[in-house]
């Protein structure tokens, strides 16, 4: 059964998972100063490989803005009818979570990133929807959203879907499923992997 289910609708081209907690106490072992993390990381390489290995982040990028649904699914079993799958990436990313919670947020959180005015009660405070949504029940219509998961390291799969029988573009469900499996240690990102060059488009608008 899928564990979480929500709405994502960027205004910037990507988006990400992350642990908040996790995420601060990097940004503090590193002595980050700048609040565009994103921008720090691309131009130090090394620390932002290692923000992803480590399971720090886990960034979908270089997808078009628009609306998407996103479904976390703690076993194997795709919830996505087999035609609409686009693709599905069988490298397992690392995450980590600490808090007990996860954040799944527009990029543009971490190019504006601001732990005590976002997020210093995360840990603590009532997730927007604690409870699995219900086939039929309203998702939540957001920039981000966050959701409780237990503790530890995972494994994430990603599967990208679009729903191929509706005509209409901005009608058609799109989105993407993401598999996680509970590790007693993180995965490690195959050598040959490129994580920056992993193609997650959906392909809604380029070739509809």
């Known amino acids: 059964m899928v564990h979480y289910k929500t ?95 996860l954040a799944v947020e527009d990029i543009f959180m971490i190019m504006n990133w601001d732990y005590e005015s976002n997020y210093s009660d995360f840990a603590t405070e009532k997730s927007l929807n604690p409870q699995p949504n219900v086939e039929g029940g309203e998702l939540n219509g957001d920039t981000g959203d966050r959701f409780d998961i237990p503790a530890g390291n995972y494994g994430v799969k990603v599967l990208g879907f679009l729903d191929v029988n509706e005509p209409d573009i901005f009608e058609s469900k799109c989105g993407y499923e993401l598999f996680f499996e509970k590790m007693d240690t993180l995965p490690i990102i195959p050598e040959n992997i490129n994580v920056d060059k992993l193609d997650y488009k959906v392909k809604v608008i380029s070739e509809r």
């Open 7 to 101: 709405e994502l609708m960027l205004e910037f081209p990507g988006f990400v998972l992350f642990d908040p907690v996790v995420l601060q106490e990097f940004v503090l072992e590193k002595g980050i100063e700048d609040d565009d993390l994103l921008k720090y990381f691309i131009n130090n390489p090394t620390i932002g490989e290692e923000s992803i290995q480590r399971g720090i982040l886990l960034p979908i990028y270089n997808i078009e803005p628009f609306d998407y649904e996103i479904l976390i699914n703690t076993t194997t079993k795709s919830e996505i009818p087999t035609e609409w799958v686009v693709f599905k990436k069988e490298v397992s990313l690392p995450l980590q979570v600490k808090s007990g919670r």
